[in-house]
């Protein structure tokens, strides 16, 4: 008798190192490339990267603040964002489109595994948006000029705004199996975006990027966003709704379970902490430095006059103290050597949303700076530094309109390498004929059409035979209520033909 003795059989499937996780790794690496190749994709990372490279520089006029800078980063990786969500949306139904469903069922990684795979091809697409954020911030960090501090909170915007849109559209995905509902959420989130915009400031903290179209800039402690809540607000809402759309697609594990609600409670820290408005703290700090700012400023003196400045504007005193020095340097009699002190202020008391304008000090030889520089915002203060230098006071020199407007643009557009550009520059209308306002720091000055007339006349001279001749008459044309004509005379120049009459 023969016994027989069988093998056991052994399974052909052969366990590799890693497991599903590694085809799902595998799988993220394969969407992640053909995401970013996706044309909606490519074409929305072109216009950020030209938008931001040709607006380089004109922010801040050359000399930004970084308190500003940051925020800057947050409205175009909203244009990235809706293209990410067509993209993986369209990703996501694939299978759908193409009736390959069921072929995908057999497969090591069931629907759950795929859906995380799509979800880390967005984180992928996230961190290239962060890297051109850090790019955008690090170039106007490294200008000469750059003053302030930019926050992390406000950087992780954009990043967390294309994590949102793009798990949004996967989450859609396993709602909706059809190509065609993207495009409408597209147009549904525009929609909502400028509803929000339109409600109250604490409800626009529900929109991805909260950006405040304001001229002003204040010191980085006195802004007042709940930047960091934000960011813990965005990091939770996308965490949710991707955990929601893997939950959806079957992955009903104990984990992701504990993770959807690990999301929503940093949704609901973050949303309720950046809701709770401004602190009593930071009200009076704000007051503090609008209405007595001498007690948070800090002074140097250079070349005999004094510049006080909030802390982050320091590097700025040596760009005022050329000025002052410039413009001094063409004055005649006491004012060539008077000495000034240049204060910095800033209306603080309504936070970003306010757009007061200063009123001029009273206090002699004292002279307003703002928070912004270069560009424009540099004949602006020279024409108060002349003003002051001529009328002895802001409030003095506001009310001039007479000929000794005559000398004080003498004065602030002079020293210029292009005087009638920085002439334009300075009026209100960008004009160099007729009358019109001349803007400052505080209340602008008002330019009549013989005014006008006489100073075009002054600039088409030699830079150093026009100095020497309003040096040598300084006291007459700086006299009160010395007329054009007068002013004209004692230039040698031609007598003014348009009106002398201030509006």
């Known amino acids: 008798m023969t016994a027989l003795t069988t093998e056991p059989a052994v399974s052909a499937t052969r366990q590799e190192p890693g497991g599903p996780w590694k085809a799902v790794f595998a799988l993220a690496l394969f969407e992640s490339r053909r995401l970013l190749t996706r044309v909606p994709v490519l074409m929305a990372f072109a216009v950020y990267i030209g938008w931001t490279v040709w607006r380089g520089g004109k922010e801040g006029d050359g000399f930004p603040a970084l308190q500003d800078v940051d925020r800057a980063t947050q409205g175009a990786p909203m244009l990235i964002g809706l293209a990410v969500l067509l993209s993986v949306n369209h990703a996501a139904v694939r299978s759908q489109r193409h009736g390959t469903e069921q072929l995908l069922t057999v497969l090591v990684l069931p629907l759950w595994r795929r859906t995380v795979a799509h979800a880390l091809s967005v984180v992928a697409a996230a961190l290239l948006t962060a890297v051109c954020v850090a790019a955008q911030f690090g170039r106007e960090a490294l200008r000469p000029g750059a003053v302030g501090h930019g926050s992390v909170g406000e950087l992780l915007v954009g990043p967390l705004t294309v994590l949102l849109f793009g798990l949004f559209g996967l989450l859609v995905a396993g709602l909706v199996r059809s190509a065609l509902v993207a495009p409408l959420l597209v147009v549904l989130l525009l929609f909502l975006f400028v509803f929000f915009s339109g409600l109250g400031y604490e409800a626009r903290w529900l929109l991805p990027a909260v950006e405040d179209a304001t001229p002003n800039t204040l010191p980085s402690d006195l802004l007042g966003r709940p930047a960091a809540w934000h960011a813990l607000y965005l990091t939770g809402l996308a965490l949710t709704l991707g955990l929601l759309a893997v939950l959806l697609a079957g992955g009903r594990r104990p984990a992701v379970f504990a993770g959807v609600a690990g999301a929503l409670a940093m949704t609901l820290t973050g949303g309720v902490a950046q809701s709770a408005g401004d602190s009593p703290e930071l009200l009076r700090a704000r007051e503090r430095a609008t209405v007595h700012p001498e007690q948070v400023q800090s002074c140097v003196r250079r070349d005999g006059s004094t510049y006080c400045a909030f802390p982050e504007w320091g590097p700025r005193v040596a760009d005022w103290a050329e000025v002052v020095n410039r413009v001094r340097s063409l004055a005649g009699g006491d004012a060539h050597e008077q000495d000034i002190v240049v204060r910095q202020r800033i209306e603080a008391r309504y936070g970003l949303d306010g757009d007061s304008a200063l009123t001029p000090l009273e206090r002699p030889h004292q002279v307003t700076v703002g928070t912004r520089w270069g560009g424009n915002r540099v004949p602006e203060f020279s024409a108060a530094v002349a003003g002051v230098l001529i009328a002895g006071d802001e409030k003095a020199a506001t009310s001039i309109c007479d000929g000794r407007i005559i000398p004080l643009m003498w004065l602030a557009v002079g020293w210029e390498s292009d005087p009638l550009d920085a002439l334009r520059r300075v009026r209100l209308n960008d004009t160099l004929t007729g009358s019109d ?47 054009a004509a007068r002013a004209a005379g004692l230039l040698g120049l ?9 509006s």
């Open 437 to 483: 306002s001349v803007l400052q720091p505080t209340d602008g000055l008002y330019m009549t059409e013989a005014h006008t007339e006489v100073l075009r006349a002054l600039l088409d001279l030699p830079r150093g035979e026009a100095g020497a001749r309003v040096k040598d008459r300084w006291d007459e044309l700086t006299a009160p209520k010395v007329t």
């Open 494 to 502: 031609p007598a003014p033909e348009g009106d002398d009459k201030c």
